[in-house]
């Protein structure tokens, strides 16, 4: 069965600081990879997304993520986070069937001044 | 595209009531599904409709809720005899239009329940 793992609940750092926060994901199918935002009281936003082709994937608002299929990891980077970015992270797979989405729990970024 | 829509996006009921909420899904999109999310884990999938064909159900699905795409646009999601334990976010999302290659699924603001 294929599941995804966010390997911390909570992730603290100040404005402009580097932040990463992990995914691992187990499958023994290929995959799609995806991240998702969630800002208080709203639905999931596309962050950004791993099919197929380069390894290294990047969003609009200076994400960026790495698909290792060696270490089954999608972990996801920014080199410089803004108060903005203050938000719940979800990372998630889809491989085939029906392309239902299977979530990790969720990483809770917080940016403090 | 106006993206997708649910309503209504808070619900308050007391327990053993009966509710509906709605998904409008992106224009074209062939593919409709329902997630349910509680508080402090990640959305859980319930459902899933190719066109109005339900092709796949969670055992979360228990007999008490039901999901409808009659005409293979919008969607209903019921919920009968409510209890407190049905209490979560309930998240609407589609994807893939004809002859798309990737199918991404974009998700609707999510209808918030609440039993009493």
């Known amino acids: 069965a294929q599941s995804v793992t966010q390997l911390d609940s909570q992730v603290p750092v100040f404005e402009e600081a580097p932040v990463e926060l992990r995914c691992n994901y187990s499958s023994s199918v290929s995959v799609y990879l995806f991240w998702y935002v969630q800002y208080p009281n709203q639905g999931l936003q596309l962050l950004l997304k791993?099919?197929?082709?380069?390894?290294l994937v990047e969003s609009i608002n200076g994400f960026e993520a790495e698909f290792n299929k060696s270490q089954t990891s999608f972990h996801l980077r920014k080199p410089s986070v803004h108060i903005s970015d203050t938000a719940e992270y979800f990372c998630a797979v889809n491989s085939g069937g029906y392309n239902k989405l299977i979530f990790g729990a969720g990483t809770r970024l917080a940016v403090h001044p | 595209d106006t993206g997708v829509s649910q309503n209504p996006r808070h619900k308050i009921t007391k327990r053993g009531q009966n509710v509906t909420f709605r998904c409008d899904p992106i224009?074209?999109?062939?593919?409709l599904y329902w997630y349910r999310q509680t508080l402090g884990q990640g959305p859980e999938f319930l459902t899933y409709?190719?066109?109005?064909?339900?092709?796949?159900k969670s055992r979360l699905l228990s007999d008490r809720f039901s999901a409808e795409r009659p005409k293979g646009s919008f969607s209903t999601l019921e919920i009968q005899r409510t209890e407190q334990g049905d209490s979560a976010m309930y998240l609407c999302?589609?994807?893939?239009?004809?002859?798309?290659?990737?199918?991404?699924?974009?998700f609707g603001p999510g209808t918030r329940l609440t039993v009493l």
């Open positions: 999302a589609s994807s893939t239009r004809a002859g798309a290659t990737t199918d991404t699924q974009y």
């Open positions: 791993y099919l197929s082709g380069s390894t």
């Open positions: 409709f190719q066109n109005e064909a339900q092709l796949e």
């Open positions: 224009s074209e999109h062939n593919r």
